[in-house]
């Protein structure tokens, strides 16, 4: 069962991945990275040691799938999911090659994942574009999707999140704070659901 990240470059998806296997219980991931062209590998990082290497200042930071395994906790037993982290969209086709190809299957991923969590940047001023309208109109023909909306932490985030709701009156949206793990219980009730 995998439980599937994505979203625009920059809005939090490996800091949330993170901090959500931190909350589940998980204090060293074992991270198997799967690029575009079939190659597979695998590495161990504590949760800080991760943030520090795969957590980025700048766009396009995350370049293939990486997935954690994690155990959540459905009624009186634990189910182990697959959380898995991707690269992200931008506006428009990206002029690197890479970029475009790890784009490509984060796309043919979503079709494999029971829960599509859709990231926006809340505290952006651009927090909903027309790739995420594509996005959610792509990924939301299959259950288990829902909006987060990130960045909670930050003021000018509350006015993002009207513009969120008001761009997705339909949909499921949970607010969240990927740095200081906000809204995760929420989080893990509809992960628990969906499994
Ligand atoms: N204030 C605040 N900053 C955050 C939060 N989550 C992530 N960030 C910051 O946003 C920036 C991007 O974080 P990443 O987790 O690398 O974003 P990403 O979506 O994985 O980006 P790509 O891998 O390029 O697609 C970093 O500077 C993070 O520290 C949050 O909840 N609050
Ligand atoms: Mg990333």
């Not at 990275?33 to 943030?51: C, E, H, L, M, V």
């Not at 037993?77 to 992200?88: A, E, V, Y």
């Amino acid at each position: 069962m995998q439980c599937l990240v994505i979203g625009r470059t920059n809005v939090g998806k490996t800091a949330f991945v993170l901090s959500f296997a931190e909350y589940l219980g998980v204090n060293r991931v074992e991270i198997t990275f799967n690029y575009p062209d079939g190659f597979s590998t695998k590495q161990a990082f504590s949760i800080n040691q991760a943030r520090q290497e795969l957590i980025g200042q700048g766009p396009h930071k995350t370049r293939c799938l990486q997935a954690i395994e994690v155990q959540v906790p459905v009624g009186k037993t634990k189910k182990t999911i697959r959380l898995t982290d991707s690269s992200g969209f931008s506006e428009g086709i990206p002029s690197d090659k890479g970029i475009r190809q790890a784009i490509a299957q984060t796309l043919l991923e979503i079709k494999r994942s029971a829960i599509v969590l859709h990231m926006l940047d809340a505290a952006s001023p651009a927090c909903v574009s027309e790739v995420d309208r594509q996005i959610a109109s792509y990924a939301d023909t299959r259950g288990g999707y829902v909006i987060l909306a990130n960045k909670m932490d930050l003021p000018q985030a509350r006015a993002g999140l009207e513009r969120i709701r008001s761009q997705f009156p339909n949909q499921l949206i949970l607010p969240i704070s990927a740095l200081h793990k906000r809204g995760f219980r929420e989080v893990k009730a509809i992960v628990a659901r969906s499994i």
